[in-house]
């Protein structure tokens, strides 16, 4: 038997898989070892410090998850749930899925109030989200390119303060003492007493509008600012207002961006915590509350992890379409 | 046409109007001698006891610090982790597994931060079971584990800005340099870091930047007695406005508007340097 060539010891100097590699291979070092010998390069190395990464801190976490919403809850217990996978004395492996977790996040009317209300909440922020911000975007993109940097730069600039302080502004405006209640009521005499906003939903999709708001703006800005003016003169040219022609010409071709920005924004106002529960309506919860309430203070980790699995599952699709269009965007960028 | 402009025109003052009301009105109040914060006390303001009593407020300093070291570790730690992920999706072509590591490192962008923190967590309390039960150590949640979660929800951001900014150069000078026979690790150091240092910068920022203001993630990972700066600010709002937290976001904002300004001058300056020799090439 010949041994392998100089440049790789598994393989002949036909470039064949060696026998005696095959045999050592079977009762030797297990099959990957060959494959890593075979291609070990830095390229491999580089490769694998993100994907463990990854592997490690995202994905594992999220089977865990999975895991303990099938288990079953003991309140006493360190950590508070009944192991699903357990060695039983006669070496057999014993699983105990539970569905009641699940059962009950559909059948519990709260529960079933929080999912929709949720739901409402983030559509409609959506569409309010898209009625500002289309025309902010459009604006940025119609005007003079040195100012275009500018107005693009104050869009950012609040992303870059704290989400927090930010919502936190907002108490300072709208409680019954607040700015909004003393223009409208002290100095101006518009309303006869103080208008209740805070703890409303009004208050909510206010807080959530105001922080993903840049978010709208800058996929629709970056989508918007690629648009050819002529196309738009044609249409004009052939007779179609100023209506017609932004509703045929514009809209259409600014469809992905009008999906990215919506995307971005609907995504994570489903799972929005921070908003309601500054802002928020203190009888009617949303899901993200419901979850860190169920965690933190009924300490029922079953059930907490049912309601993630179950966002998850109902967030799924609206995700996958945002990595499409994000890797169509960056794929259009390499062209 | 006219009249469209007038009215995108009109909303964008709006919007902006709609943006930055609430924060100036924030920095406006912190000069106020009111306890009640938006109640204006002519007679007693401005002024500036609201700062003094902020510096003088330990909790606050302390979780300031705490939330500084976490996010310099996590900047630092997420730009490694998603350049090289920016740079393995954009020029080590198709492999095995790469629409895979693609959607890993996009879904943290998008993932409600609830999902995130809760996930995180159980995470570490099993591996708390494992190392008790192999190796009978015992690991405090802190400080670590608050940054490798950040570092996990941040490293996406990264990766995507340094993968936008690989996608916009063609790989002829890596390939150029390789020629030449650079090793792949030269190259990367020599020709591609400087090419996409821009990136790696804003990257390192914005990963800054997201992990200071982290409430829910940190909340959920963090340990009794690590508390961090938004986790302060948070259990303070909740009962209600406070004119210290007015003074520190008065801070706050003027250290980003400054950040922000700044960067835009130097980015400005370095593009006319750039129009400049540009120019002198071309004339020759």
Not at chain 1, 151 to 158: A, G, K, T
Not at chain 1, 262 to 276: D, H, K, R, T
Not at chain 2, 185 to 194: E, L, N
Request: proline share 6%; hydrophobic share 55%; net charge positive.
């Amino acid at each position: 038997m010949k041994s392998g060539s100089r440049n790789s010891p598994s393989r002949d100097s036909y470039g064949r898989v060696s026998p005696l590699w095959l045999f050592l291979m079977r009762f030797g070092p297990p099959r990957w070892s060959e494959y890593v010998v075979k291609n070990w390069t830095g390229q491999r190395l580089v490769i694998a410090v993100p994907y463990l990464w990854l592997l490690i801190f995202f994905l594992i976490p999220f089977l865990i998850v999975l895991k303990i919403s099938f288990a079953e809850f003991s309140p006493l217990g360190r950590p508070p749930y009944e192991p699903v996978f357990r060695w039983l004395e006669e070496g057999a492996l014993q699983i105990k899925l539970l569905i009641g977790s699940y059962v009950y996040l559909f059948n519990e009317p709260l529960y079933v109030s929080a999912w929709l209300y949720s739901l409402k909440v983030a559509f409609f922020s959506t569409v309010f989200c898209l009625m500002l911000g289309y025309p902010m975007a459009y604006a940025i993109s119609r005007s003079p390119p040195t100012q275009r940097n500018v107005l693009l730069l104050l869009i950012i600039l609040p992303f870059w303060t704290s989400f927090l302080l930010r919502v936190y502004a907002w108490i300072g405006l709208l409680k019954t003492d607040g700015l909004i209640n003393q223009v409208l009521f002290k100095w101006l005499g518009i309303v006869d007493e103080p208008l209740a906003m805070m703890n409303t939903s009004f208050a909510v999709y206010i807080g959530i509008v105001y922080s993903y708001l840049p978010f709208m703006i800058l996929p629709l800005y970056s989508n918007l600012e690629k648009h050819d003016n002529t196309l738009l003169e044609a249409a004009q040219d052939l007779g179609a207002g100023p209506i017609k022609s932004f509703l045929r010409v514009t809209m259409p071709l600014s469809f992905p961006g009008i999906v990215a920005g919506s995307l971005l924004v609907f995504i994570p106002a489903v799972g929005e915590y921070v908003i309601p529960s500054l802002l928020g309506r203190t009888d009617q919860l949303m899901v993200a509350k419901l979850l860190a309430d169920e965690f933190f203070l009924n300490r029922d980790w079953p059930r907490a992890s049912a309601v993630a699995i179950a966002m998850l599952l109902l967030l799924v699709v609206p995700i996958m379409v945002f990595q499409r269009f994000q890797n169509k965007e960056l794929q259009a960028q390499k062209k | 046409m006219k009249t469209e402009g007038v009215f995108s025109k009109t909303m964008l003052w709006v919007g902006l109007a709609f943006l930055y009301i609430p924060i100036l009105s924030m920095v406006f109040f912190s000069f106020n001698n009111s306890r009640l914060v938006t109640v204006w006390d002519a007679p007693n303001s401005p002024t500036v006891k609201w700062y003094i009593k902020l510096f003088g407020d330990h909790q606050i300093l302390s979780a300031a610090w705490l939330s500084i070291q976490v996010a310099a570790c996590t900047a630092t730690g997420a730009v490694v982790l998603g350049t090289l992920a920016g740079l393995v999706l954009s020029r080590f072509g198709p492999f095995r597994g790469r629409a895979f590591l693609q959607g890993l490192t996009t879904a943290p962008l998008v993932m409600p931060e609830v999902i995130t923190g809760l996930s995180m967590l159980l995470l570490f309390v099993s591996l708390e079971q494992l190392f008790t039960a192999w190796f009978g150590w015992q690991f405090d949640r802190g400080f670590a584990t608050i940054t490798i979660a950040h570092i996990t929800f941040t490293m996406a951001y990264v990766t995507v800005v340094v993968q936008s900014r690989l996608a916009g150069f063609d790989d002829s000078l890596e390939e150029a340099a390789l020629d030449l026979g650079a090793r792949p690790a030269k190259v990367f150091f020599r020709i591609t870091v400087p090419l996409i240092l821009p990136a790696i910068l804003s990257g390192w920022l914005l990963a800054f930047t997201l992990s200071w203001d982290d409430l829910v993630v940190t909340q959920f990972v963090s340990g009794p007695g690590s508390n961090t700066l938004p986790m302060v600010i948070f259990s303070r709002v909740r009962l209600g406005v406070s004119p210290v937290v007015n003074a520190l976001a008065t801070i706050m904002v003027l250290i980003v508007a400054l950040g922000v300004v700044l960067s835009a001058f130097l980015m400005r300056r370095q593009e006319q340097r750039r129009k400049r020799e540009e120019q002198m090439a071309a004339t020759g």
